[in-house]
């Protein structure tokens, strides 16, 4: 990745910045309507500022990828346990450059409602802005985003017909005596070494080995054949009001880790900008519990730099039943914090604007290089 | 865990690294590079604990916050007046030989409700003692007021008003709905409610496992027509570091000024846990608690 990437920079600096976008004919912004109690029909109708269940997410999937069809196409991850398909969003600029990715993944446990709900708005905001916003403009230049507005669908779908407070999966085990596993548990990292339980009647239940639910294997799957490209994986959860950086199951640090925790601070301040929530930055086991086999955890360890879990409002108050009254509040404040994050990894990849901006070292070293083989 | 050590403020984030600042010292070219983070696979090497050695665990300071703040809540009785932390402020754990954990801290409070919270911050100071994992830790603290004592005797005594007039929905019910909802003609209920849970948060509180009340999901009783109100009702109850929800039934007699009478039962998780079983916390009882 490292050689690319100096690559790229180094054409970034050679090559005059002529490729702006078209500022022309701006999308008209829609103003989200409350809806008025008949089922949705269009997208102009939809509310970002409710809960939704399952059926409406899908159907919301399908009318962004034909509205927004140039820009934002609906793509096949896999099936759920209980056989239903899993789809992602990808947010993507045509273009003959190369593009980095942006993952980001909701609800991959089920009762953590607002994380989804985040999603969506944020699929909305880059949507309804990368036209009018040159902050938001500039990112899809060079970066696509794919988004998993629910990881964990059958489980979901559990919270709105049975328990409002269900977190796992809905496999079944030992003979149908007990169903669910901890799908943040049931990564390929320190697999079940600690925080997780064995024992299929836990909550955190790891599964029957790293990777066993099809969920996970999804997920895996997908991003591990893109990890050469993806720079930012971003798991939203609830609640706590955190920014947790890797790792879980040790106390030992990543190696970035003090770029990560200076970039998750500077989010942190971002989003307590808006409305002055309070966010914590720290590593897992060292601001939240020990944990193992988590997706975050997962994502580093095969080379994706920037790891986050993000766990939204709120700090106990209303816990996992977020009043539907906050998720305006709680989508802005994390819009930012998110959009921080990738201001930071735009910059540190890309950014060749003004003088006394990083510079990756590769690149100067490959300047000097090609100075050196002219004479 | 170390010896008495007070807590210095966190680390700061950010600082480059040795490694770049000399390569950009060799390169003449080079801008200040901070440095490029290898993006290599694998934890860096480097001791467990966060900050400064001896320090408490940073999560332990919370904990104890948490504990004196649901002792507070509950020795209050005052639906209007109950605290949730806000930030810690500074603190320093002691073990002895039989590892009881003796907690000196600082902390800001703030009102629970999110509704009528006005940012206004009450400073605490704690002593707060907890048995090798064991639950019920003593609690010592106080707060200064974020509302004048006249003031929350009228926000209890209206409250008690609206709660007399309340009819109340017997059975299993979702407070608040699937969606966050209360209903505000409901209010007084769910505000008693946590008033109660009070006690058993406080009790079941211990320096690794710490709990919200996720959910009201039965209401048994609702008894107005004595003096007293008259509560009885289950909730779900969240247990942060193992996830769990731990449905508990709570039974409690509440005036305004007198003190909470509360009585619980938790169903205990198939797995062993601590059993805390049944129990009654009169606060009529001298400020330490019964057993210690």
Redesign the interface.
């Known amino acids: 990745m490292k050689p690319l990437l100096g690559t790229l920079c180094l054409l970034g600096i050679l090559i005059p910045e002529g490729l702006g976008y078209d500022g022309s004919l701006a999308q008209p912004r829609r103003e989200v309507v409350e809806e008025t109690g008949s089922p949705w029909q269009s997208l102009d109708t939809y509310s970002y500022t409710r809960y939704h269940p399952m059926e409406e997410i899908y159907q919301w999937m399908i009318q962004i990828s034909e509205k927004y069809a140039g820009v934002a196409t609906q793509h096949f991850l896999g099936m759920t346990y209980e056989t239903r398909p899993m789809y992602y969003l990808k947010i993507s600029q045509p273009s003959d450059n190369p593009k980095k990715i942006i993952w980001m993944d909701c609800g991959i446990h089920a009762r953590e409602w607002i994380a989804p709900a985040f999603c969506q708005w944020f699929v909305k905001e880059i949507l309804q802005n990368y036209k009018d916003n040159p902050r938001i403009g500039r990112f899809l230049r060079n970066l696509d985003f794919y988004v998993l507005p629910v990881l964990n669908i059958d489980g979901y779908i559990y919270t709105w017909t049975t328990d409002r407070l269900w977190r796992k999966s809905r496999s079944s085990h030992n003979n149908g005596t007990c169903f669910g596993t901890d799908l943040n548990r049931n990564f390929n990292v320190s697999w079940c070494s600690i925080g997780a339980s064995k024992n299929c009647q836990d909550i955190t239940f790891c599964g029957s080995g790293p990777v066993s639910e099809p969920e996970t294997k999804a997920v895996s799957s997908f991003v591990e054949s893109k990890k050469e490209s993806i720079v930012c994986f971003l798991t939203m959860h609830s609640y706590g009001q955190l920014i947790l950086t890797p790792y879980g199951y040790t106390k030992n640090k990543s190696s970035n880790h003090e770029e990560l925790i200076q970039v998750g601070q500077k989010a942190a301040n971002a989003l307590k900008k808006k409305h002055g929530t309070n966010y914590r930055v720290g590593s897992s086991a060292d601001i939240l519990y020990a944990t193992s086999g988590s997706s975050r955890d997962w994502a580093r360890d095969i080379g994706i730099p920037f790891s986050y879990t993000f766990e939204l409002r709120d700090n106990g108050t209303y816990g996992f039943i977020l009043p539907a009254a906050q998720i305006q509040a709680t989508c802005e404040e994390t819009m930012e914090a998110v959009l921080s994050v990738l201001d930071d990894v735009y910059e540190k990849y890309w950014n060749s604007d003004s003088a006394g901006k990083v510079i990756p070292a590769t690149v100067v070293l490959g300047l000097l290089v090609s100075l050196v083989s002219i004479f | 865990m170390p010896p008495a050590v007070s807590t210095p403020p966190a680390p700061r984030?950010?600082?480059p690294?040795p490694s770049?600042l000399l390569?950009a010292l060799a390169?003449a070219?080079?801008?200040?590079?901070?440095?490029?983070?290898?993006?290599?696979?694998?934890?860096?090497?480097?001791p467990?604990?966060?900050g400064v050695p001896g320090a408490p665990p940073?999560?332990l300071l919370r904990q104890a916050a948490r504990a004196a703040l649901h002792f507070l809540n509950f020795r209050a009785g005052s639906p209007s007046g109950l605290r949730?932390?806000a930030?810690v402020l500074r603190g320093r754990a002691a073990v002895d030989a039989r590892r009881t954990c003796r907690v000196d801290l600082e902390f800001t409070a703030e009102r629970?409700d999110?509704e009528v919270a006005d940012?206004r911050l009450g400073r605490c100071s704690a002593r707060v003692v907890f048995r090798h994992q064991k639950p019920r830790p003593a609690v010592n603290v106080t707060c200064t007021r974020f509302m004048e004592t006249s003031r929350s005797r009228r926000e209890d005594f209206l409250l008690y008003k609206r709660a007399k007039r309340l009819r109340a929905p017997l059975g299993a019910t979702?407070i608040?709905n699937?969606?966050?909802?209360i209903d505000p003609s409901l209010r007084p209920i769910w505000d008693l409610a946590f008033l109660g849970s009070s006690y058993v948060l406080w009790e079941r509180t211990t320096q690794t496992l710490h709990y919200?009340m996720?959910?009201l999901s039965s209401v048994n009783q609702w008894k107005t027509n004595e003096d007293a109100i008259d509560f009885d009702y289950m909730v779900?109850l969240?247990e942060?570091?193992?996830?769990?929800?731990i449905p508990c039934r709570i039974h409690l007699v509440w005036y305004p000024g007198k003190p909470l009478k509360v009585k619980y039962h938790c169903q205990e998780l198939?797995?062993a846990q601590e059993g805390s079983g049944t129990e009654e916390g009169s606060a009529v009882a001298p400020t330490q608690p019964n057993n210690f």
């Open positions: 984030p950010g600082v690294r770049a390569l390169l070219l080079c801008l200040a590079v901070p440095g490029l983070q290898a993006a290599g696979p694998g934890p860096g090497p480097g467990g604990s966060p940073p999560g949730v932390l930030a629970y999110p940012g979702s608040p699937s969606h966050g909802w919200y996720a959910q779900l969240h942060f570091s193992t996830q769990e929800i198939h797995t």
